[in-house]
C-alpha cells in the first residue's frame, strides 16, 4: 500500500509541479522514448543476470505490496516458542526435545505458535541448531561460527535481487540519455523543417532523459531500497534466534536466553520485558 501512495506521490508532484509551471502534460507522453528506455533496460537485466538470479527477482517483487510481518507480535511469538522448548529441555533434559526438532509440525509446542510455525525457513533454522545442542557434539563457540556463516549466506542470497533492480536503476539514466541522443539525432536529420517542428522535436528527445532520470530514482530505486530493509529484518530475526540459543548453551535460564534475544530486536518492534514475561505467561496458561 505505502509503496503505491510513494509512487502516486512522485507522479503527482512531478506533473503537478510541470503543469502548473504552465508545461503541456500532452509533450510528456512519449511511448517510443519509454520502449526504447524500458527495452534496454529489460534487455541488459536480462542479459546480466542469471536464471536463478531472475527468478529470485520475480518471486521477491511481490513482497514489496506486502507490510512487513516482522512485528512486536511475531517476535514476542518466537521468543515464546523459544522459551517453551528450551524449558522444557532444561526441565526434562535436551533428549525430551528430540521429537518436537525432528517433527516440529507434529509438536504439541511448535502448534502453539502458528505465526512462527508458517515460516519454513525459520523453523528448520530453529530446529537444525536445537538438533546440534540434542547431539551433545558441539560447543558454543563452534555453533555460534556455523550460524554465523548460515547467516550471512542467507544475507547475501536475500541481497541478490535487491542488487539486480539497483543496477537497473543506475542504468536507466544513462538508457535516457541514450534515447535523447537518438532523438537530437532524428532532430538533425530533419534539418530544414520550420523552426516549430524542429523545436517540438527538440523537446520530445529531451524527454527521454526526463524519464530516464524519473524511472531510476522515484520508481525502481526505491524498490531496491525497501527489498534491503525487508532483507535486514529477516536477518535479525535470525539473530534473535542465534543470541538467545547461544545462551541457552552457556548454561543461562530460559526466562534470561530470550532477554538476551529481546536485547538484540530493533526498538520499534522489541516488547518490553514486562510484556514478554505476561505473553509468555499466557501461552503457557
Given at each position: 500500500m505505502f509503496v503505491i501512495i510513494g509512487y502516486v506521490l512522485v507522479v503527482a508532484s512531478v506533473l503537478g509541479g510541470f503543469a502548473m509551471a504552465g508545461g503541456h502534460l500532452g509533450a510528456l507522453f512519449q511511448p517510443l522514448e519509454l520502449l526504447i528506455i524500458g527495452g534496454a533496460a529489460l534487455g541488459a537485466f536480462v542479459v546480466?543476470?542469471?536464471?536463478?538470479?531472475l527468478g529470485a527477482v520475480m518471486k521477491a517483487l511481490p513482497a514489496v505490496l506486502k507490510g512487513s510481518k516482522y512485528s512486536k507480535a511475531r517476535y514476542m511469538e518466537l521468543m515464546a516458542l523459544l522459551y517453551d522448548i528450551l524449558s522444557k529441555a532444561r526441565?526434562?533434559?535436551?533428549m525430551s526435545i528430540e521429537s518436537d526438532v525432528d517433527k516440529p509440525d507434529e509438536s504439541p509446542i511448535f502448534k502453539r505458535y502458528p505465526s512462527v510455525s508458517a515460516d519454513h525457513h525459520l523453523v528448520e533454522f530453529i530446529t537444525d541448531y536445537l538438533r546440534m545442542m540434542v547431539s551433545g557434539n558441539l560447543n558454543a563457540l563452534e555453533i555460534e561460527t556455523l550460524i554465523d556463516n548460515e547467516i550471512d549466506t542467507h544475507h547475501h542470497e536475500?541481497?541478490?535481487?535487491?542488487?539486480?533492480?539497483?543496477?537497473?536503476?543506475?542504468?536507466?539514466?544513462?538508457?535516457?540519455?541514450?534515447?535523447?541522443?537518438?532523438?537530437?539525432?532524428?532532430?538533425?536529420?530533419?534539418?530544414g523543417q520550420p523552426p516549430a517542428v524542429l523545436g517540438e522535436m527538440i523537446a520530445h528527445a529531451l524527454v527521454g532523459t526526463f524519464l530516464g532520470i524519473l524511472m531510476a530514482y522515484g520508481f525502481v530505486s526505491p524498490l531496491s531500497s525497501l527489498l534491503e530493509q525487508k532483507v535486514d529484518e529477516a536477518t535479525k530475526e535470525l539473530q534473535c534466534v542465534k543470541v538467545t540459543?547461544?545462551?541457552?548453551?552457556?548454561?543461562?535460564?530460559?526466562?534470561?536466553?530470550?532477554?538476551f534475544g529481546r536485547k538484540v530486536l530493533y526498538s520499534t518492534e522489541r516488547p518490553s520485558f514486562s510484556e514478554l514475561e505476561e505473553h509468555v505467561k499466557q501461552k503457557r496458561a
Open positions: 546480466s543476470n542469471s536464471s536463478k538470479v526441565k526434562e533434559g535436551l536475500a541481497m541478490v535481487p535487491a542488487q539486480a533492480i539497483q543496477k537497473v536503476a543506475d542504468g536507466l539514466p544513462a538508457f535516457g540519455i541514450v534515447a535523447a541522443v537518438m532523438g537530437v539525432v532524428h532532430t538533425m536529420a530533419s534539418v540459543l547461544l545462551a541457552s548453551m552457556q548454561g543461562y535460564a530460559p526466562g534470561i536466553a530470550v532477554e
